[in-house]
């Protein structure tokens, strides 16, 4: 069981060049999420997604996107990378139901990357 | 609006002692969960331990356990007989209904 897994863990971008941040998870979770963590601070959600073909914005979706073909898969592709979105990004993934009940997260290892 | 407050940057305990990490937040909801997570230095994200907020039995998982005040929107983090692997950011985070927020985190540091 291998949980949340990203690739890359580490990169390094030019100003300019896009990318793409892959997730997938193998717990048939229906909630992923995309998160970024900036030194010194909490979590700041940039999307998500409530299940396959429906995706959200979350607090900071600018210069992101995402798509969610599937259940498993969740990736975060960034157009024209600039020197802010240097930070490192968490993918994570829960199972929630209705009525409303929430069981945490499982989160991916995540990916550094600085833009230059 | 929903706001998560850590007003402890950093801590530090020794080994075998108690620690007591702080979290308060703000809502308007009812109904709602809150989580600590523990990020040591390899960043990977880990559930410690979770509260349902309709549940006044605070939760408890082994050395962890909270002291969850609803009126007083408190939430805080026990740890007992602290291990050098404890040494880790702590994160509070409250789930309701359509948030799901992160404190700044508390980076606690276990002395030998």
């Known amino acids: 069981n291998a949980g949340v897994t990203q690739t890359p863990k580490f990169r390094i971008l030019k100003i300019g060049q896009s990318m793409t941040l892959q997730c997938t998870q193998d717990m048939n979770h229906n909630y992923m999420y995309w998160y970024r963590q900036d030194p010194g601070m909490g979590l700041k959600l940039i999307y998500y997604s409530v299940g396959a073909g429906i995706t959200d914005k979350g607090e900071v979706p600018n210069g992101y996107n995402v798509s969610r073909s599937t259940t498993e898969d969740f990736p975060l592709r960034l157009e024209l990378a600039a020197p802010s979105q240097t930070s490192v990004y968490f993918c994570a993934s829960s199972y929630r139901t209705v009525p409303e009940s929430n069981y945490g997260y499982t989160f991916g290892s995540g990916t550094r990357l600085t833009v230059v | 609006a929903q706001t998560v407050t850590q007003s402890q940057p950093e801590m530090s305990v020794q080994e075998a002692e108690t620690v007591t990490l702080s979290c308060t937040y703000d809502t308007s909801e009812n109904n709602y969960y809150l989580f600590w997570y523990k990020q040591p230095p390899s960043r990977q994200m880990i559930l410690v331990i979770r509260?349902?907020?309709?549940?006044?039995q605070n939760a408890t998982e082994n050395r962890f356990s909270v002291n969850f005040q609803k009126a007083a929107k408190s939430f805080s983090l026990k740890i007992s007989d602290s291990q050098l692997g404890d040494t880790a950011m702590y994160f509070c985070?409250?789930?309701?209904?359509?948030?799901?927020?992160f404190g700044t985190g508390t980076r606690l540091k276990v002395l030998a």
């Open positions: 985070a409250f789930a309701g209904t359509y948030k799901y927020i």
């Open positions: 509260q349902e907020a309709y549940k006044q």
